[in-house]
């Protein structure tokens, strides 16, 4: 009776294993076939150190990048880790190969000394973030 019992056991475990490994195999191709179909965002630049400016100065740069996948990217959303940078992003689906800009606007007014603005742009993408820099030194 012991050798019943140890022996369905044993069974219930290799199945179970055997299960374990179907599935996150079948799960691994298949998150490999859909990724190489997304799209890709490429900044041209990913940093942009606007330098010394003014207290109060309004500057504004543009994220210019490529859609370097298969499929049309989506930008869903693009949030700066401050109220005092705005960022514009298209509205439209670009197309793999077309190229796009985001365009940010830093408010210096109450900024002094180094600033550096945190973009995160949220897409169609994988990883789905990617993330910009501002940089300034703000002086009166």
């Known amino acids: ?35 190489t179909n997304v799209p890709v965002i490429k900044f041209e630049k990913e940093t942009h150190d606007f330098g010394k400016i003014k207290t109060g100065d309004k500057v504004t740069y543009e994220f210019k990048f490529t859609n370097t996948g298969k499929s049309p990217l989506i930008i869903k959303d693009a949030i700066a880790t401050c109220g005092c940078t705005k960022p514009e992003w298209p509205q439209k689906p670009i197309q793999p190969g077309e190229k796009g800009a985001i365009k940010v606007t830093f408010n210096s007014a109450g900024k002094i000394g180094l600033q550096d603005k945190q973009i995160t742009v949220t897409a169609n993408t994988n990883p789905a973030q990617t993330m910009v820099h501002l940089i300034g030194d703000v002086a009166k």
């Open 1 to 35: 009776m012991k050798k019943l019992i140890l022996g369905m056991m044993t069974a219930a475990a290799l199945m179970t294993a055997y299960t374990s490994c179907t599935q996150a195999g079948g799960t691994a191709a298949v998150n490999t076939a859909s990724a």
